[in-house]
C-alpha cells in the first residue's frame, strides 16, 4: 500500500524559505514520478514542480520558477520541496501524489496516493 506524508509546512515572512518532505512508504520513489500541488483558501488544487523518477527530470510552474527547487533523497525515500523568496500567493496546503509529470500543469486528475497536506502561511 502506497503511503505519502508531507510535512514541513509553517508559518513564516515574505521573502523566507521553507523546506518541505514527502516522506513515502510503499513504493520506492526511483520508479515513480511525484508531483507537489498546492490549495489556497476558495481556490482549485494547482501543480507547483514534479520530478520524474531516478532521472531527475524537473518540472516548474512558471510561478515558482527560480524560487523552488525539487528533489529526490533517495537514502530515506522522500521527495524535497526546497522553498525560497516565499510570497504570499505560495500560501496554501502543499500535497504530495504519484502521478505523470507531463500533466503537472494540466490536471490534477492523474494523480493519486495524495498525502494529508501540510499547511504553508506567507505573512508579515
Known amino acids: 500500500q502506497v503511503q505519502l506524508v508531507e510535512s514541513g509546512g509553517d508559518l513564516v515572512e515574505p521573502g523566507g524559505s521553507l523546506r518541505l518532505s514527502c516522506a513515502a512508504s510503499g513504493v520506492n520513489l526511483a520508479y515513480f514520478q511525484i508531483g507537489w500541488f498546492r490549495q489556497a483558501p476558495g481556490k482549485g488544487r494547482e501543480g507547483v514542480s514534479c520530478i520524474e523518477r531516478a532521472d531527475d527530470n524537473t518540472h516548474y510552474a512558471d510561478s515558482v520558477k527560480g524560487r523552488f527547487t525539487i528533489s529526490i533523497d533517495k537514502a530515506s525515500n522522500t521527495v524535497v520541496l526546497q522553498m525560497t523568496s516565499l510570497k504570499p500567493d505560495d500560501t496554501g496546503v502543499y500535497y504530495c501524489?504519484?502521478?505523470?509529470?507531463?500533466?503537472?500543469?494540466?490536471?490534477?486528475?492523474?494523480?493519486?496516493?495524495w498525502g494529508q497536506g501540510t499547511q504553508v502561511t506567507v505573512d508579515s
Open positions: 501524489a504519484t502521478g505523470p509529470c507531463r500533466t503537472i500543469g494540466s490536471s490534477t486528475n492523474f494523480f493519486t496516493n
